[in-house]
């Protein structure tokens, strides 16, 4: 692969880059940051893509009849990047922009798209994704929650959990079980859910990194007009299998690796000023094995989302490819934020608040985080069973 960008490329990353540096705050990531305080955090987060969509920079791969740029793959990891090294906020309504519009884009009806789509690429509509239950996780097709058609509603009942962002948003997809006499996953429908809706109740999840992005989401005789079911009736696990292939693009893998890079070089500074006695951490010899071992599993995930995204260039469907390079990440990731705490030392349960924490408590919030990152976006065994029966054509 010619890792080379055209002179098209190179002046839509420099458009960019102007664009950025004209329009992210004065300081930003030097002195100013995102707020601390989660609401205005999430307030801060869906401004900046509204800015965004003004200055014609949201849902760029969108197609130009729905407010995109048509953008090429290649233009949106540009995109990734240049919002990574700009050290960008990333938007509140990523789960309507990445996922419900390009579900929408592939199976929506015509009215679906006019109604919704103009609405989350301008930021007006906030959007969260109703999969995951109590009990059907990783094994996404045990979903209970059920959807009984009464006339020209369907009426819902069931239990959602982890449902990100739901106590900001406005809309829901949601997967419901409409035939329970179907083979699980035979009898699955795709709903479009407005969050006013009488009988929903969001009750956030305080997770151990003290932030409540996370919350359950229970569904008490919630009347959904049938015009918001997406495809066909029992369709539903087919539209949803389209919405996951786009919750871990190629594209944004390339963003997500420069961040965990720019992670790991702050963690390199550290160790090179924390002293330990009379010599700095880094010069501990275990230790710079093991900061090695994170730079090179890095360079590594870069490797990987390059191959992926040369075969996403020619033409290749989105495939195992995001499992295997989940799958590496999110360990990989998580070493390196253990490796943080040895760095730390005893300085380790200082944490933000703490005059005396280590560059503000980050890598102690990193790596409270990083537990998540081998459950969400599918959990690292699924992951290894997606790879052991595509890739290596192991029996199920």
Known sequence: MDFTYSPKDLAFRDELRG??????????????????????????????????????WNGIAWPKDYGGRGA?????????EEMARAKAPEG???????????????????????????????????????????????DLAAVRCQAVRDGDHFVVNGQKIWTSFAQYSQWCILLARTDPSAPKHKGISFLLVDMKTPGITIRPLRQISGECEFNET?????R????????ELNGGWRIAMTTL???????????????????????????????????????????????????????????????????????APRGAEASMNKLYWSHVMQDMFDTAMEVLGPLAPLTAGDAHAVDGGRFQLGFLRSKAFTIYSGSSEIQRNIIAERVLGLPK
């Open 224 to 231: 959904v007009p049938v015009e918001n079911l997406v495809g």
């Open 92 to 138: 509140l309504n990523i789960i309507g922009r990445n996922l419900v519009a390009t579900t929408l884009l592939h199976h929506g009806s015509d009215a679906q798209k006019a109604r919704f789509l103009p609405k989350i690429i301008s930021g007006e509509e906030v959007w969260c994704q109703g999969f995951s239950e109590p009990n059907a996780g990783s």
């Open 245 to 315: 292939a786009y919750e871990r693009g190629p594209e944004d893998a390339l963003g997500r690796q420069l961040v965990f890079r720019q992670e790991l070089d702050q963690l390199l500074a550290t160790a090179a000023k924390l002293q330990r006695g009379n010599r700095s951490a880094i010069e501990d010899g275990l230790l710079r094995q093991k900061l090695a071992k994170s730079l090179v599993g890095i360079e590594i995930m870069r490797l990987n989302c390059l191959r992926a995204f040369s075969k996403s260039l020619k033409g």
């Open 72 to 80: 090429t793959l290649v233009e949106q990891a540009i995109f990734a």
């Open 19 to 56: 664009w950025l540096a004209a329009n992210l705050p004065q300081g930003w990531g030097e002195t100013v940051f995102l707020p601390e305080d989660e609401d205005e955090n999430a307030m801060f987060r869906l401004d900046w893509e509204r800015k965004l969509y003004k200055g014609g």
């Open 218 to 222: 229970f569904f008490d005789d919630v």
